[in-house]
């Protein structure tokens, strides 16, 4: 099993920034995709940001520009740097980790999610 730790959501007002944090650990021998979606409520949950081991990165166009995804490959953690917010990035932000193990199939793990609400 993954488990996938997310951190710092919060409530924040238009314009402002915040951090969002995730943490891997637990059975694979790497992780291949780290991304970063959200759901607001009554709708689907949408890509907002991924990366690769690789560092190749894909942003949802509604982000470009505002939002950042790193990745530190040895720590496990993904990191989305998000700025300049507008009230429509209110949502649940969910960690996301597609992972592949030895000798047998991989993965695709959720975290638990955390709360980012923009005030206007």
């Known amino acids: 099993q993954v488990q996938l730790v997310e951190s710092g959501g919060g409530l924040v007002q238009a314009g402002g920034s915040l951090r969002l944090s995730c943490v891997a650990s637990?059975?694979?021998?790497?992780?291949?995709?780290m991304g970063w979606y959200r759901q607001a409520p009554g709708k689907q949950r949408d890509l907002v940001a991924s990366?690769?081991?690789?560092?190749?990165?894909n942003y949802a166009d509604s982000v470009k520009g505002r939002f950042s995804i790193s990745r530190d490959n040895a720590k496990n953690t993904a990191v989305l740097e998000m700025n300049s917010l507008k009230p429509e990035d209110t949502a649940v932000y969910f960690c996301?980790?597609?992972?592949?193990?030895?000798?047998?199939?991989?993965?695709?793990?959720w975290g638990q999610g955390t709360q980012v609400t923009v005030s206007s």
């Open positions: 996301n980790a597609e992972v592949s193990r030895l000798g047998t199939t991989g993965g695709d793990y």
């Open positions: 637990g059975s694979f021998f790497r992780i291949n995709i």
């Open positions: 990366i690769t081991r690789g560092g190749s990165i």
